[in-house]
């Protein structure tokens, strides 16, 4: 089993993600949770997203 943390990105969630970093045996987000199931996702949201994701390492 992995671990992951529920993240709802930077504008709406209030803990940053050099908080989530620092929880220990986290392997990663589940993010993508302010759409629906379905529905299309700009390719630059998405790629904002993964940007700030690598930059806090």
Do not use: N
Not at 14 to 37: C, F, S
Request: glycine content about 10%.
């Amino acid at each position: 089993m992995k671990m992951t943390f529920r993240w709802y990105g930077s504008a709406i969630d209030p803990i940053p993600l050099k908080y989530v970093k620092q929880i220990p045996g986290m392997t990663g987000l589940m993010g993508l949770l302010d759409k629906p199931a379905g529905v299309y996702w700009p390719e630059e949201e998405f790629a904002a997203l993964k940007k700030e994701d690598e930059c806090t390492g």
